[in-house]
């Protein structure tokens, strides 16, 4: 009986340590997997951190890609602004007689690309005066150089200066477009207006030839426009006063020879270049 009851008590003992083994076994696995967590937690932690500062720089990325686009688009509006004013700037100025007038395409005024142009020369001075035989003079001079054929030179009763450019030289038929060829010699012209202060009457003639087309309707707008034409080409060429021009458009109803051959209707088809006697005064308001 005794060894019965020795033989229980010292089986309650193995099982009551076999429970207590069994309950540190679970607790250490449940500290183990407890740790595991955390690794993992810690490890998606350190992930997320890294996740989240590559998320800022690109969002940074894109927004300094934004901005320099919007300081570039500005940069290059300012430029284009301010190349579109100054091209106002030099044709305003071109076209009222000041300033820098008509710009050659390397940047500098048309008066400084013409032939023995100096602007401080004494001669180069706008209105100093010239008499009317000096003009004559100059006049003549300039046919010479530029060495063109269908341009007469007078100097008239009244001591009026006329230049008669004829037939083909300046235009084609039909045409209100500056022949190049006859840019040259327009060019001296112009040097010698720039001299004196006259004021001066463009003149279109046509001949005969009826025209009738979109933009000349008549021979009157033919040779309005044609007078037209020279007196701007004089004017931004030298940087002329504009007020000091005076442009007028006889059509076929001042012929200098009867409109009977070819030949005559070729003088006939002119304009005239008339100096006058009367000194520019501007007497605008502004």
């Given amino acids: 009986m005794k060894r019965d009851r020795k033989g229980g008590k010292e089986s309650k003992a193995i099982e009551v340590a076999d429970a207590r083994d069994k309950r540190q076994r679970l607790a250490l696995s449940t500290t183990t997997i407890g740790l595991d967590d955390i690794d993992r937690r810690g490890d998606d932690g350190e992930s997320n951190r890294a996740f989240d500062g590559s998320e800022w720089a690109v969002a940074w990325g894109d927004l300094m890609m934004t901005m320099f686009v919007l300081f570039a ?3 290059i509006y300012v430029k284009s602004e ?4 100054e091209a ?13 007038g008509v710009i050659s395409g390397d940047g500098r005024p048309m008066t400084e690309m013409l032939p023995g142009f100096s602007p401080d020369h004494p001669e180069n001075i706008a209105g100093t005066g010239l008499s009317p035989e000096t003009i004559l003079q100059l006049a003549e001079d300039a046919i010479k150089e530029t060495n063109v054929e269908d341009v007469q030179v007078l100097l008239q009763d009244d001591k009026t200066v006329k230049i008669s450019l004829r037939g083909p030289l300046l235009f084609d038929l039909g045409s209100a477009e500056l022949r190049n060829t006859t840019k040259s010699f327009l060019s001296k012209v112009a040097l010698v207006l720039r001299k004196i202060d006259n ?10 030839f009826p025209i009738h087309s979109d933009l000349f309707p008549t021979n ?4 309005a426009v044609r007078a037209a ?3 701007r080409y004089l004017i931004q060429t030298a940087e002329l006063e504009p007020g000091r021009f005076t442009v007028m458009g006889h059509s076929m109803y001042k012929p200098v020879l009867p409109n009977t051959t070819l030949a005559n209707k070729q003088m ?5 270049i008339i100096i006058t006697k009367k000194r520019y005064k501007n007497d605008s308001l502004s």
């Fill in 82 to 85: 301010r190349n579109i004013l």
């Fill in 88 to 100: 106002f700037r030099y044709e305003d100025n071109g076209m009222s007689g000041g300033g820098d």
């Fill in 220 to 223: 009157w707008e033919l040779s």
């Fill in 199 to 208: 004021e001066v009457h463009v003149v279109g003639h046509t001949d005969t």
């Fill in 73 to 75: 688009m500005l940069y």
């Fill in 268 to 272: 006939n088809r002119r304009v005239e």
């Fill in 229 to 231: 034409a020279v007196a």
